[in-house]
């Protein structure tokens, strides 16, 4: 019973009674001051007979909120929503809306706790309701945009999405328009998978509008070109991705492959990844100048880019693996079947391999996510080069 929930009700209770009697006295008014003293102390019979929820019940009622009580219960009902007692967190808060006296801004404050209750319990259109009711006063505006903004998010609103965001940038000034860039991708994966190449198009390049870095915008462009046999623009879109941000060379390296394989070009991918080489994730480069060499017959000359590589200082496990696959061809019955071995423990070293990481809260993926399922935000998630991608242990550049 000594939780500081509990022990928080009976003060906000005792603060709201000697506020009240106050009052009273400075207005010199006659009438008797409340009856709290009697309904107090039931109320901590019920805290002792662990009763909470009629304790609640009883303080929230009788307790006359002012602007002294109601930080304390606008507190109450944050504790009780964070630790995942909705519905009491949402009585408290409906119980302070419903005060005929209650000050704008305490009034907008309950509002936007009661619309975070809400969506705490999964009632987004009650949230949403009461965040616009909030855009119509002159309190909170830049925060009842932020919420609307998570809102349309879990919904998949985006162009909703887009407009809340633009209304919270100009209420807070805080930019918005890399996350803006990313709800334009949304936007256009919606219209692509919809059928709807040029408004899928269109959506994209709004989203390099407002950030003209914005990888993804890119990829999806080439994508959207790669789809339609476009070769040459899906080259131009994913070739822009290594001047944007060189980190995600891994992601757009293979795609970059096909484009060129559309094109018939060898040469072109060949002077392209010559360009790329030294750079971060340069195992990748090298990777797919070897698979591109295979792919043209070029056996010799595969097997001799993966000796020398090999036989640098930390070698990559994906290249050892490449090696070890290629050498198969050259062997028969034990060795061969050796070989096979070697390159299956390999494999299974390499699954084990997280090839994304947030940059914000650390979470680790095997596959590209624009926003971290660890802490919701947009474009942190990155490729990385892992510390068991070689077998000595190093860190790549």
């Known amino acids: ?42 109320g901590l019979n019920y805290l002792l007979n662990e009763q909470p929820d009629k304790a609640l019940e009883l303080f929230v009622r009788v307790v006359e909120v002012d602007s002294e009580t109601v930080e304390t219960y606008l507190l109450l009902g944050s504790l009780f929503r964070r630790r995942g007692e909705v519905e009491r967190a949402i009585r408290i808060h409906q119980n302070l809306i419903a005060r005929p006296h209650l000050e704008g801004q305490h009034r907008a404050t309950a509002l936007l706790e009661l619309g975070k209750d809400y969506m705490r319990a999964g009632l987004l259109d009650r949230a949403e309701g009461l965040y616009k009711e909030l855009l119509s006063t002159r309190y909170l505006k830049g925060e009842a945009c932020f919420e609307l903004q998570k809102i349309y998010e879990q919904e998949k609103d985006w162009l909703e999405a887009i407009r809340s965001a633009e209304a919270y940038q100009s209420s807070s000034g805080d930019s918005q328009q890399s996350v803006i860039a990313h709800y334009w991708c949304e936007a256009s994966e919606q219209q692509r998978q919809a059928g709807r190449s040029r408004l899928a198009i269109d959506y994209a390049k709004r989203a390099l509008v407002r950030d003209p870095g914005c990888v993804r915008a890119s990829i999806l462009l080439g994508d959207i070109a790669l789809a339609a046999r476009d070769s040459a623009q899906a080259v131009k879109y994913y070739a822009r991705v290594a001047e944007q941000d060189p980190d995600f060379l891994p992601v757009v390296l293979p795609k970059l492959r096909a484009a060129y394989a559309g094109l018939g070009d060898q040469s072109g991918l060949s002077r392209l990844l010559s360009r790329f080489r ?46 070890v696959a290629l050498e198969q061809t050259r062997f028969e019955g034990d060795p061969a079947e050796t070989l096979r071995l070697i390159e299956r423990v390999l494999g299974e070293h390499l699954q084990q391999w997280f090839a994304y990481r947030c940059n914000h809260c650390g979470f680790r993926a095997k596959n590209l996510f624009w926003q971290c399922p660890g802490c919701h935000r947009w474009g942190t998630i990155r490729p990385y080069d892992s510390p068991d991608d070689n077998l000595s242990g190093g860190r790549h550049g």
Do not use: F
């Not at 928080?8 to 006659?30: E, N, Q, V, Y």
């Not at 090298?286 to 698979?291: A, E, S």
């Open 278 to 323: 030294g750079r971060k994730h340069d195992s990748e480069t090298i990777l797919q100048m070897i698979r591109d060499l295979l792919d043209h017959g070029d056996e010799p000359a595969a097997r001799k880019a993966l000796i020398e590589e090999i036989g640098k200082q930390v070698a990559p496990v994906r290249l050892l693996r490449e090696y």
């Open 1 to 42: 019973m000594l939780d500081l929930l509990w022990l928080l009700l009976p003060i906000a209770a005792a603060t709201g009674w000697w506020s009240g009697r106050r009052s009273l006295r400075a207005s010199g008014k006659d009438r008797p001051c409340p009856s709290l003293p009697g309904e107090y102390v039931k």
